[in-house]
């Protein structure tokens, strides 16, 4: 069985075919997030340090830090800021090292900057996952020699000098050449973890099939791990946990191995609590004196003002369960059952149904 191995100073993450699924936390990433991007900027990391602590609470089993960061203010002062170059490994030191501060889970090194890759694997301790190289003949000259140099995993993004293309048999091929290249460097295919490339399935009505069927090639004829930016399939569309929910099993069943995604699900904020609070008063509806906010939020079917696992996760681990990936159900079991409470075991319960029979 292939498996691709993910290390911290202290823990293991295992992506591979007889493995539960793999959760790679998606939320260190200043990409479209304005309000974390300008705390970057003035050198704060609290943000980073609370989204960590949450993504592993959630059930991450590996955490990817991005460093693609745009400094603006800093750009008006210094041109040299204009350069991602310039920022990037900086800044992904500095990521990598808070993260580490709070949690010893296996790290993915995620940036376009060969510099901050390096920076990345320079500050990670053991041994990370590397985001990414594509089949573009300059990236492979440039990341290659990174993963070879310092013993590590990677992602191989099935694109191209051509770009990205809408026939899967292309994208295997894509895949297929970033294989025999690493192996030319080294590296075996044990180490490389193949990114299809997800297309929203809202402007392409066959994007789910042909994922599945990618996955299910590249597992039996290149025997490699897969990956993918899980969110993509569901882009514009409503109910957007829906689709995620049903694509992750279904990728599961193919053959797939890990996704890069957000484990949780955000909190609910004051301005939402407030809005509903109003309507609620508006609708004639008195509330309880002293009603907390949690309290409100869970009465009115809201969600949670505290940051807690994502129904994505919920499919995952039903899907572990069903795939013989979680022994027992005793994960899907923790996770199910409330706070503070018992419970007999599974066997237990199996055998409490054959006594009422």
Known sequence: MTRTVVESNSKTSIIGFDQPF?????????????????????????RVQADALAQ???????????SGAVFSNKMAEDVRYADNNFVEPTLMRQLVEKVQEVTDIPLCIDSSVPGALEAGLEAANGRPLLNSVTGEEERLELVLPLVKKYNVPV?????????????????????????????DHGIPAHDIVVDPLVMPIGAMGTAGL??????????????????????????????????NNAFLPMAMAA???????????????????????EEIEAAGIILPEGMDDET???????????????????????ANFLTNNDEGGADWIKFNKPAGTGGASG???????????
């Open 255 to 277: 053959g797939m191995t890990s996704a890069i995604m957000n484990p949780v699900a955000l909190p609910v904020g004051p301005k939402k609590i407030a809005a509903k609070k």
């Open 56 to 66: 592993v609470a959630a059930g991450a089993t590996i955490l990817d830090i991005n």
């Open 155 to 183: 992602v191989a993004i099935s694109n191209d000098d051509t770009g990205i293309s809408e026939d899967p048999d292309v994208r295997f091929a894509v895949a297929k050449r970033i294989v025999e290249r690493a192996a």
């Open 210 to 243: 042909q994922v599945f069927t990618l996955v299910r090639r590249l597992r039996e004829e290149l025997g490699v791990n897969t990956t993918c930016g899980a969110s993509n399939i569901s882009f514009g569309l409503p109910n957007r946990h829906g689709i």
């Open 347 to 357: 066997r237990g319960r199996r055998g409490g149904r054959r006594g009422r029979a």
């Open 22 to 46: 793999s959760v790679i936390g998606e939320r260190i990433n200043p990409t479209g997030r304005k309000i974390l991007n300008e705390e970057l900027e003035r050198g704060d990391f609290s």
């Open 296 to 318: 409100f939020v869970k009465l009115f079917g809201m969600g949670s003002t505290l940051a807690r696992p994502g129904k994505e996760m919920e499919a995952i681990r039903a």
